[in-house]
């Protein structure tokens, strides 16, 4: 059984970078055909998706984001990361990774964590 579990800081000042990483136990992050994804969702809205990275290694980002978002990996750990750079109030969220399939559907998703940004 594959499992997720998000980790960083719950809170992040306004104009640094979040940084959150995902560990990933139960499956390796570059075998199959899945993309490992980040998706948030700020308090009172739905679930917004921020890209991935397949297991092939390419990234996909959402258009809206594209210019501050970048997810990498690091094979040695099973494990990969989000950055997003110059953060505002508006990148409050709870924020998830998942593993998605190709259907596509999301198979596995994290626990979650919650991150604030505020001075």
């Known amino acids: 059984q594959v499992q997720l579990q998000e980790s960083g800081p719950g809170l992040v000042k306004p104009s640094q970078t979040l940084s959150l990483t995902c560990a990933v136990s139960g499956g390796s992050i570059t075998t199959g055909y899945y993309f490992w994804s980040w998706i948030r969702q700020p308090p009172g809205k739905g679930l917004e998706w921020i890209g991935y990275?397949?297991?092939?290694?390419?990234?996909s980002y959402s258009p809206s984001l594209k210019s501050r978002v970048s997810i990498s990996r690091d094979t040695s750990k099973n494990q990969f990361t989000l950055q997003l750079t110059s953060v505002t109030p508006e990148d409050t969220a709870v924020y998830f990774c998942a593993r998605e399939n190709s259907s596509p559907a999301y198979e596995n998703w994290g626990q979650g964590t919650q991150v604030t940004v505020s001075s």
């Open positions: 990275i397949a297991s092939s290694g390419s990234t």
